[in-house]
């Protein structure tokens, strides 16, 4: 998998004992939650897209003739 890294500058003030390490790691977890927050939106709009289909089809017929139809063409039944 391609990967991209990131250059961030960040300004500690002296004085604060941080170890660096730490800092780099929690930095890393952050950006990739941000990251895995972006791919899951960008499923759920895919998702969704084929939700607003719904109704398109308007029809006078009541679910279970529906469902007989479908049944019969699927199944032979």
């Known amino acids: ?3 991209t890294s990131l250059n961030i500058q ?3 003030p002296k004085g604060n ?5 730490d800092l780099r790691h929690q930095v890393s977890l952050y950006a ?3 990251i895995n927050q972006a791919k899951s ?3 759920d709009n895919s998702t ?3 939700l607003s289909l719904r109704g ?3 029809t006078d017929k009541a679910d279970e003739e529906l469902l007989d139809e479908y049944f019969k ?3 032979g039944l």
């Open 1 to 3: 998998m391609a990967a």
């Open 10 to 12: 960040v300004d500690i």
């Open 17 to 21: 004992s941080l170890n660096l390490e």
């Open 32 to 34: 990739q939650s941000i």
């Open 41 to 43: 939106a960008k499923r």
């Open 48 to 50: 969704s897209s084929l």
């Open 56 to 58: 398109v089809l308007k």
């Open 73 to 75: 063409e699927k199944y």
